[in-house]
């Protein structure tokens, strides 16, 4: 006999968690994750960071309505914020006036090169043209975030199953049915939060695929030399987003910001790539990178147009998506699992994500069909 609940969740990242606490208080849900432990792919590799500036507008939309969650989230919650002052520095070079213009426009100010090497006083400025800043942009404690999720989850007697792989997916008298190593669970609502993996739970389903498709980024990590405190440092991107860098723990994290279209899989980071953003680096910072501490690479996953899916399929009943959230996942979370969990129990979008411009077309599967 199959486990039975309200509600599966397929993938125990930063989506399943986040729209599983959510759910628990009303519905049992069974969270499934193939893996023998949550987090451990795109969640557990992100960069850290709420940048309202960044992604298309239906994702600063709901950055935006994120934020005051993660800033100060309900002591019942948390007792302490998720976030951490950082600010963000957007570095124009010669030849990039139109994004330069694009950041303008949604309210990034420029700044001298002087007020630049405040903030980063080892800023080679004769190289760049235009500077922007948002000083509201912060660094997540993306574990302490998820440990939120769960603990919320477990509290309202949900359950997360690890080494539980969704095999086979079949709807059989009115509810789904997962089989896995860990036994067989059924269930009215299946919950598509796979990230990378996301059509591909689809296609077991008999569900058609979006066309979501995971890019690859890397990611390293360098020491500064010892004289050099990079903590103050603002996250700095170039305005086409061709590297970025910030700081962790005293050392740099340093990307190419690469987007490499590849099948879903364990990422890893791609060496050239790093190098070349290492090289980057040092044009724009008068640093020199003699060591890479550790690398890494993870999956950001789009659909065609770059917004979410969010909501049930129209040709596969009780299947929903909670997937396609790109480099934008972990600063979202709080409002797409907001969503999410209002969707799934019939509401409507709540009032206050709807404010900033986020209606149920722009997310809903039904926009690929
Ligand atoms: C280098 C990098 C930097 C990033 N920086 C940021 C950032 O600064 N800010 C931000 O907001 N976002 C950032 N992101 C994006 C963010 O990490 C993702 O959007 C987010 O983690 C996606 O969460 P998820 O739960 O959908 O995916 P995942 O965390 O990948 O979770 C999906 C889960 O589904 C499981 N799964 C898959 N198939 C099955 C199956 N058959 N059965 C059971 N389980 C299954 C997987 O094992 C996995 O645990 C970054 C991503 C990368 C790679």
């Known amino acids: 006999m199959p486990q039975t609940s309200d509600v599966i969740i397929i ?106 090497r405040e903030r980063i006083p080892l800023l080679r400025t004769e190289a760049i043209s235009s500077i922007l800043v ?28 690890c080494d539980a792989a969704a095999e086979t997916i079949s709807r059989q008298n009115g509810s789904w049915h997962v089989s896995t190593g860990k036994g067989e669970f059924a269930a009215p609502v299946i919950v598509n939060a796979a990230g990378a993996w996301g059509d591909e739970i689809a296609k077991r389903a008999g569900v058609r695929p979006v066309g979501l498709q995971p890019k690859r980024r890397s990611v390293a990590v360098v020491p500064m030399p010892l004289e050099t405190s990079v903590d103050q440092w603002p996250l700095s991107i170039n305005s ?43 044009r724009y910072v008068d640093v020199e990178v003699t060591r890479v501490e550790h690398t890494w690479g993870g999956l950001r996953t789009f659909a065609p147009d770059g917004d979410p899916v969010v909501g049930f399929d129209g040709a596969a009943e009780g299947f929903f998506w909670l997937t396609g959230q790109g480099g934008y996942g972990i600063q979202t979370a709080p409002a797409l699992s907001r969503i999410a969990a209002g969707l ?16 149920h077309g722009q997310l809903s599967p039904q926009r690929f069909r």
């Open 11 to 116: 993938g125990a990242g930063i989506a399943g968690t986040s729209v599983a606490a959510g759910l628990a208080d009303q519905l049992s849900v069974t969270v499934l994750e193939m893996e023998d432990r949550p987090g451990y792919h795109s969640t557990g590799r992100s960069a850290a960071a709420w940048v309202p500036s960044y992604g298309p507008e239906v994702i600063r939309a709901l950055t935006r309505a994120s934020g005051d969650f993660l800033k100060r989230p309900p002591t019942e919650f948390n007792d302490l914020s998720f976030t951490t002052p950082r600010g963000e520095m957007v570095l124009g070079l010669p030849g990039e006036e139109e994004e330069i213009d694009a950041y303008r426009a949604i309210g990034m100010r420029d700044i001298t090169g002087e007020e630049a």
């Open 134 to 161: 948002d000083e509201t942009a912060v660094d997540i404690d993306v574990d302490a975030l998820h440990q939120a999720y769960m603990r919320t989850l477990r509290k309202s007697g949900g359950h997360i199953i």
């Open 240 to 282: 086409r987003e061709a590297f970025y860098f910030k700081p962790q723990s005293g050392k740099l994290l340093v990307s190419p910001a690469d987007a490499t279209p590849v099948d879903p899989h364990d990422a890893w980071a791609d060496d050239m790539a790093l190098a070349e953003a290492i090289d980057q680096f040092q």
């Open 344 to 359: 799934i129990q019939g509401l409507k979008i709540p009032d206050d994500i709807a404010a900033t411009g986020v209606s």
